[in-house]
C-alpha cells in the first residue's frame, strides 16, 4: 500500500502494535483514525499525537461496529484503508475444560469482530480509487502455541478468511493484507523484556518498510521461519516449538 496521503481508521488503536503503528503512519502523513473501548485511552492518544481522530468502538458488539462505520463514513468520507488490528490473547487449557464465556467472547473478538468490520466498511472501500483491507494475525496462525490454544486458531481462521477475501476482491480497487507478528514485546499479555521477543520499535520499522510493497503477507524477517511451516512435518516442528517454551519459560514481567 501506499503509504501517506491515506485516511486510515485503525481498530485496537490504543496501545501496543496497534498504536505504535497508528504512530507510525500519522507521521507518515496520513489521516489516522484510531478505534477502541476506552475514551480515556482514546482521548490520551489523540493528545499525544494532534491531528489524529478517535472514535469509539467495541467490535465485540455488531451493533457498535455499525454505528461506528457509519460515523467514519460520515466524518471521513475518504477513508480508504481499514486496518482490523483489534485483539486480546488469555491463555487457555486445551487439555482440560473450557470456559465457555470466554470462548465466545475471544472468537467474536478476534475473528468476528474482524469480518463485521470489514463487511460493514466494504462497500465504501470498494468506491474508493485504492483501498486496502489489512488484518493483524500472528506467527500462532502457522504455529499455534499450547497454552493459547483458542487464540492461535481465531488468528488461523483469520488467516484463512483473508485468503478467500483476497480471491473474492481480486476485480475491485481493494487490496487485502496480512501482518502477521512474531513475539513482540508489548503489553499483550504484558511486557517481559525476554531476548526472544522482538523489540516494538523494530516490529515497527520493518513493518512499516514491508507494508510499502505489494506482498500481501507482511512479514518481518524474524517470522519467516514460522510462517513457511513444512506442512506434513508440521506435527514435529509445532511439538518442538511448544517444548521449547515448556523448557524455557517466559518470565513474568513488570
Given amino acids: 500500500m501506499k503509504l501517506n496521503d491515506n485516511t486510515i481508521l485503525i481498530t485496537g488503536g490504543t496501545s501496543g502494535i496497534g498504536r505504535a503503528l497508528a504512530e507510525a503512519l500519522h ?25 489524529m481522530a478517535a472514535i469509539e468502538l467495541d467490535v465485540a458488539d455488531p451493533a457498535s461496529i455499525a454505528a461506528a462505520a457509519s ?24 487439555a482440560g475444560a473450557v470456559d465457555d464465556a470466554e470462548l465466545t467472547n475471544l472468537s467474536t473478538t478476534n475473528f468476528l469482530g474482524p469480518i463485521r468490520m470489514t463487511a460493514a466498511l ?17 506467527a500462532l496462525a502457522f504455529v499455534p502455541l499450547a497454552t493459547n490454544a483458542v487464540y492461535s486458531a481465531t488468528k488461523a481462521a483469520l488467516h484463512s478468511y483473508a485468503l478467500s477475501q483476497r480471491f473474492a476482491l481480486r476485480d475491485t480497487s481493494v487490496r487485502v493484507q496480512e501482518i502477521a507478528p512474531p513475539w513482540v514485546d508489548t503489553d499483550l499479555i504484558y511486557r517481559s523484556g525476554d531476548p526472544r ?3 516494538l520499535d523494530a516490529f515497527i520499522e520493518q513493518t512499516i518498510a ?4 505489494d506482498d500481501p503477507e507482511v512479514l518481518v524477517e524474524a517470522v519467516k521461519p514460522l510462517r513457511d511451516n513444512p506442512g ?23
Fill in 71 to 94: 460515523e467514519a463514513i460520515s466524518r471521513f468520507p475518504t477513508l480508504n484503508v481499514l486496518f482490523n488490528n483489534a485483539g486480546y490473547m488469555p491463555f487457555d487449557d486445551p
Fill in 197 to 199: 521477543a522482538m523489540p
Fill in 210 to 213: 514491508a507494508l510499502a510493497g
Fill in 27 to 51: 507521521k507518515l502523513g496520513n489521516q489516522v483514525i484510531i478505534a477502541g473501548r476506552r475514551r480515556a485511552l482514546l482521548d490520551e492518544v489523540t493528545a499525544a499525537n494532534p491531528g
Fill in 122 to 138: 466494504i462497500e465504501h472501500l470498494k468506491a474508493q480509487p485504492e483501498a486496502t483491507v489489512l488484518y493483524t494475525t500472528s
Fill in 232 to 254: 506434513s512435518g508440521e506435527h514435529a516442528l509445532i511439538h518442538g516449538f511448544n517444548q521449547s517454551l515448556v523448557d524455557n519459560p517466559i518470565p513474568l514481567g513488570a
